[in-house]
């Protein structure tokens, strides 16, 4: 999910969530310049690309089989509220641009290869 600005960068957050409960079991911060600590942001909190401020998410196993047989609308509200529960703030719920990738569609791959571990 892309935003207006890395607002859980500006709140002291490092973007990351881990949630067996879903829908996105593991979520990171997609910007280009690495997490600068509450201590010292400054104007570094910032990512280096401003225009583009993004949570990357995955939905992975049998997870992403269930929610790929949802709409696109529907993982994209649960992602967004999800992250707003996770992250204790509104603003998760005003992205500008949702992008997904369903690698379970992909003919020739079969699923994508995530390193995280079953729970």
């Not at 409960?21 to 280009?32: A, H, R």
């Not at 992250?87 to 791959?109: G, P, S, T």
Request: charged residues 25%.
């Amino acid at each position: 999910m892309y935003y207006k600005t890395a607002w859980w960068r500006e709140k002291g957050l490092n973007g990351q969530i881990w949630d067996p409960e879903g829908p996105i079991l593991y979520t990171l911060d997609d910007c280009s310049s690495p997490f600068v600590p509450t201590s010292q942001q400054g104007d570094q909190a910032r990512c280096s690309s401003p225009e583009h401020p993004a949570l990357m998410g995955f939905l992975v196993a049998d997870n992403a089989k269930d929610w790929s047989k949802k709409t696109r609308l529907d993982r994209q509200n649960a992602i967004a509220l999800q992250y707003a529960k996770l992250f204790k703030c509104q603003e998760a719920l005003d992205y500008i641009e949702y992008v997904e990738h369903d690698w379970n569609a992909e003919e020739f791959i079969g699923g994508g290869c995530v390193d995280i571990p079953k729970i």
